[in-house]
């Protein structure tokens, strides 16, 4: 079967377009209509006129879309594909840990359920988590969640005391100073690039701490010709087709060459064909649900423009 062209005559033929996150694999990302982050798939979700998005990435990321396009028909391949960092947060706990922490602002991480950011006054991705948190006060009393490592970043370089969650992405802990040591001993020219999520000891030693559109964008603009990036391996992809005569070098971790979210790679071109086919599985969320989490999504776009 030629999924590619498939594909391709479904998505005409069903006025649909497939969005797909940096962390998908190659072949994924190539049929694409849109490639981004986080931050720039809800933007796209949001004003997409398609009657049908196919959304390769994880759970929330098609739960969001149909957040934000209600109207919309939202499929995902694979509706297993799930977030170590979203089931860190269940939202009954998370709602119990707000009412710990009374009069606080409660930020949240896009990676999270609905019903999560339901509870929520304003979504953040690590592309604008720094941003919009410096949109408060200083002294602002502010609960992060569910990543640790992200907020402790945060914390960090604005000097706030936030009130952080314990979650974390199983991807970006796997990651060891060791490893990075060693590769930076090998390719000692070669600059550090370090998703916020990674273990505080990681980014210590980092030279660049961004977002997978940030680390991408600081690859372009800088005169190094290798770099070492350190979180999900599917982002090489777009950085090799991009910056062509650029070396990019995925550390390895504990059993593996490269680090690859195995909830991401559930995805493949066969599912992508078969959910455009059967127009299924589909995102369904409960609809005063939904009008609770839009809220602080459409918050995070209004501060992101």
Known sequence: MDWVKKIAELKKQKNAIIMAHYYQDAAIQDIADYVGDSLALAQWAAKTDADIIVMCGVHFMGETAKILSPSKKVLVPDTAAGCSLADSCPADEFASFIKQHPNHTVISYVNTTAAVKALTDVVVTSTNAKAIVDTFPKDAPIIFGPD?????????????????????????????????????????????????????????????????????????????????????SGILHKMRQAYPTKTFIAPSVEGAACNECNYMRLNTLEKVYNCLLNESPQIIIDEELAQKAVKPIVRMLDLSK
């Open 148 to 232: 640790y490592n992200l907020g402790n970043y945060i914390n960090s370089v604005t000097g706030r005391k936030m009130v952080l969650w314990k979650g974390a992405c199983h991807v970006h802990e796997k990651f060891t100073v060791d490893r990075i040591k060693a590769l930076k001993e090998q390719y000692p020219d070669a600059p550090v690039l370090t998703h916020p999520e990674c273990k505080q000891e990681i980014v210590e030693i980092s030279d660049y701490v961004g977002s997978t559109q940030a680390i991408l964008n600081y690859a372009g603009k800088s005169d190094a010709s290798t770099f070492i990036v350190v979180t999900e």
